[in-house]
């Protein structure tokens, strides 16, 4: 598969997003399992989760252990792999999202997301979401402190505007790799960001590239110019529509959600399918 950069670190240009695995309709453990051998097994080397992805309240850090596990199984062949997390939102298991950006939270929250993925310094740690009773350069200066003490390699954040990018940059001393947030045909108000990351070399990272859980299937009928592309070139609408994020920028590396083999397989071919510049600028009419 086509690599791309994380703060100078080469990982495959579609990664996998735990999230669907762990929360309301997840499938049972075995099926995620095989969902992250099947994306391994295609050439994805980056896998995104948080502490935040599970569905009840005793269960903080299904996803990231579940990653884990799916790691571990797999052997050898998993040591390329890029797992990145992240921390500052919390679920309280009704169903509902919560947000804690206080630095010694965040402290705290690494160092298990830490134990539950099984190492010594978490690859990539995100700030999940600005949390509106903190400032924000206090939050991300926890980052800093866990940047500067080694129990990160690389720090990221997510949801975060364009001051809140530069904010970040500053606060981090220009260490800042990665912004994720939600980008998708029908979300594109963070386009601006993306350009912003883009000027930067800084990763974005896409969540919910597909329209999200609840929406991708109808990605087809509610964007038709998408389908069009899709049925020239003889594959899948998800395909395509991954195929034109990648185009925007060298910098965009989408993170699928997936909670099945087939669905990652056909995202990770994606890497490889050059869309013409025709057919890119319909895409983004």
């Not at 940059?169 to 947030?181: A, D, H, P, Y």
């Not at 883009?198 to 999200?212: C, D, K, Q, Y």
């Amino acid at each position: 598969m086509r690599e791309r950069t994380i703060g100078g670190r080469a990982v495959s240009a579609v990664g996998l997003g735990g999230m669907p695995m762990s929360i309301e309709g997840r499938p049972d453990a075995e099926r995620s399992i095989a969902t992250v051998h099947a994306a391994l097994d295609a050439g994805v080397t980056l896998i995104d989760t948080a502490d935040a992805y599970h569905r009840d309240a005793g269960e903080v850090g299904h996803n990231e252990e579940l990653i884990a596990r799916a790691l571990r199984e797999y052997g050898a062949g998993a040591a390329e792999v890029l797992v990145a997390t992240k921390g500052g939102h919390l679920r309280p298991g009704d169903g509902t999202w919560t947000l804690n950006g206080g630095p010694q939270y965040l402290k705290r929250a690494v160092k298990e997301s830490a134990r539950r993925l099984g190492v010594e310094a978490i690859g990539l740690y995100q700030f999940h979401r600005p949390d509106p009773a903190v400032p924000y350069a206090d939050s991300v200066g926890a980052l800093r402190e866990l940047l500067d003490e080694g129990v990160i390699v690389m720090a990221g954040i997510s949801n975060a505007n364009v001051e809140q990018i530069d904010v970040a940059r500053e606060v981090l001393g220009g260490r800042l790799v990665s912004v994720q947030n939600q980008f998708s045909p029908a979300f594109r108000s963070s386009l601006q960001e993306l350009e912003h990351c883009a000027e930067l070399g800084i990763a974005f990272l896409p969540w919910s590239p597909l329209g999200g859980i609840a929406n991708a299937k109808e990605l087809a009928e509610r964007h038709g110019a998408f389908q069009r592309v899709a049925d020239e070139i003889g594959v899948s609408v998800h395909r395509v529509t991954l195929a034109w994020e990648l185009a925007l920028a060298p910098v965009v590396i989408p993170i699928p959600g997936a909670s099945r083999p087939e669905s990652i397989r056909d995202s990770a071919a994606a890497a490889d399918l050059e869309l013409t510049a025709e057919q890119i600028a319909s895409l983004s009419a």
